[in-house]
Structure formats: structure tokens, C-alpha cells
């Protein structure tokens, strides 16, 4: 699943792929993903790409009539870049039929699964178009006006990004008197955004913390951060850093938009290595795997307390 480092790496590529292009026409396969495409999709056709954000794992297209267009990658969405020479190359509708059923693109080679999994597919009024491919289905996309944002569905209940200014007293203010573990409040996208589930593991590895350790221990009686809280949110930042600089995570079925697999995951100190030997001078330990509310956290139970 792509994680914040993914998203960043993505939106950086979008950035450099289409901003300032003008959406010509918006190619639509089918009426959904996680939820149904919203009904005024098409009417993006016409307007140009102003700007691209990011919030938590939501990449956030600014478009010139002051409409926000919201893409959420799921399990297995991922965006590919067709300049103009490449996208002419095929025939211009690109829609085929397979058996009568479910129409897909002609840039299945590139975009994998013979583009049954194109789902939508953006052309810009220079030709070039970028596809979006989700195997899984799970990527979400919305359409709203810029003044809504704030009260959007699914902005409004996200916690602060893990990047400066956030910081230990603010995870403080949100662990104080949780008894839920540790790892799930870091995973909680209340207390923060975008420490996903590989992150979570390989920050509370490197802070030593043990990820069952109740989180309302981690702050102290006047609410401010213990030292063990700072260290951890300190490997927060420098894991999610470190992720971003190699471009996120690559699993399975994710790539970045011009389809370059990143290179963090052969990093993993833990996450993926049950039965394998800790990785800490000294410690001799040996990772194991438990599952927190259905999902799996690897830890070593010698140096995480
Ligand atoms: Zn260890």
C-alpha cells in the first residue's frame, strides 16, 4: 500500500507531469472505486492544473476554476505519464472491449494488467495524457469546490502532518491518558497523518520502544513528552525523511508516476523480517511478528521495551 513517502514521490511526479496542462477530456472505464466517481467528473474538461498538493495521503489537484480535484492511491493506485509523441502513437480513444466486457486502454504494456485497470485516464489539450491504474479498486476520487475544503468528508478528521512544526509536545497533547498501545496511536490518523504501518514499525524499532507499551505511559503527569517520546518522534521524522529521499517504499503492486520502483524497502529493519536477526550492534535478538487490531507489527523483544 502506498505510504506518505509514496504520495509525496507521486506528487512531486504530477507536478512535474501536468501542471499548468489543460484537461481536454477525462476518458471514465467505469462508475467507481471505493466509492462512486463523483457525477460531475467530466466537467474537469476545460480547466488547467494550477497546483498539486498533498494532505496526509491525499493529493490535492488545483484546478483554475477553484475546484479541487482529490485522488487517493488505495492499495494499488498508481498514475503513468504519457508525453504527447507517446500517447499519438496509439489510436485516440484508446477504448477496446475484451469478450464484451469491461473497456480498457491501449497502454496496457506500460500500465500493466493489458489496461483492464485503467480506470480513468486524463487527456491534456497537448496530447499528452496520464492514466490512472488501480488493480484493487480501493483509490477514492472527489471533486469539490476549493471553500469546501475545510469541511470535506474526509479532510476534516485528519490530524497534523508528521513534519515540522509537529513535534513531541504535540504528540503529548494527543497520547495523554490513551491506554491504547503505542504502535496503534501513532497509526491513528487522528494523532497524526501518514505513519503507516511499515513506518510505525521501523520508528519504534529504532527508538527502542516496545509497540504494546501503553501510549498514556509515554507522557508525563504535566503532559509534556517523556525523553522516550521525543527520541521516537525524532525517529518519525527521520524514517519518513529517509523514505522520501529514496523515493517511498515500493510494495507489490506500487509505483511511482513515471513507473521507477523507489528503494527503501531492502532498508527495513524489521518490517518483513520475522525469525530474522535484529539488526542493532549487539542486540542479538530475533524480529518477531504479532498482529495489532489485524495488522501485522515486527519488532525485536530484546531492545524494544
Ligand atoms: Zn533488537
Redesign the pocket.
Known amino acids: 500500500m502506498p505510504e506518505l513517502p509514496e504520495v509525496e514521490t507521486v506528487r512531486q511526479g504530477l507536478l512535474q507531469g501536468i501542471l499548468n496542462r489543460t484537461i481536454e477530456e477525462v476518458l471514465i472505464r467505469r462508475e467507481g472505486l471505493r466509492y462512486p466517481f463523483p457525477q460531475d467528473l467530466a466537467t474537469i474538461a476545460g480547466t488547467t492544473v494550477i497546483g498539486i498538493r498533498r494532505r496526509a495521503k491525499y493529493l490535492l489537484i488545483d484546478l483554475d476554476d477553484d475546484r479541487v480535484l482529490l485522488s487517493h492511491l488505495g492499495m494499488s493506485g498508481r498514475y503513468t505519464l504519457f508525453d504527447s509523441d507517446e500517447a499519438s502513437s496509439a489510436p485516440h480513444h484508446l477504448l477496446a472491449t475484451v469478450n464484451g466486457g469491461v473497456p480498457v486502454s491501449s497502454f496496457g504494456e506500460r500500465t500493466g494488467y493489458g489496461g483492464k485497470h485503467d480506470h480513468l485516464e486524463f487527456i491534456f489539450t497537448d496530447g499528452s495524457r496520464a492514466v490512472y491504474t488501480d488493480p484493487r479498486r480501493f483509490g477514492i476520487v472527489d471533486l469539490f469546490h476549493r471553500m469546501d475544503e475545510p469541511v470535506q468528508p474526509l479532510l476534516e478528521v485528519l490530524g497534523p502532518e508528521p513534519f515540522d512544526p509537529w513535534g513531541a509536545e504535540d504528540l503529548a497533547i494527543a497520547l495523554k491518558g490513551r491506554k491504547t498501545s503505542i504502535k496503534l496511536a501513532i497509526l491513528d490518523q487522528k494523532t497524526v497523518v501518514g505513519v503507516g504501518n511499515i513506518y510505525a514499525c521501523e520508528s519504534l524499532?529504532r527508538a527502542g520502544l516496545s509497540p504494546r507499551r501503553e501510549a498514556r505511559g509515554l507522557v508525563k503527569k504535566n503532559g509534556q513528552p517523556t525523553q522516550r517520546l521525543e527520541s521516537l518522534v525524532g525517529h518519525i521524522k527521520t524514517v519518513l525523511d529517509e523514505a522520501l529521499a529514496s523515493g517511498g517504499s515500493t510494495l507489490n503492486d506500487f509505483a511511482s508516476v513515471d513507473g521507477t520502483l523507489g528503494y527503501f524497502s531492502h532498508q527495513f529493519a524489521v518490517y518483513g523480517r520475522e525469525g530474522q536477526p535484529?539488526t542493532?550492534d549487539g542486540?542479538?535478538?530475533v524480529v518477531r511478528r504479532i498482529v495489532q487490531s489485524n495488522r501485522s507489527t515486527f519488532y525485536?523483544p530484546?531492545?524494544?521495551r
Open positions: 524499532h535484529c542493532k542486540c542479538g535478538g525485536c530484546r531492545c524494544q
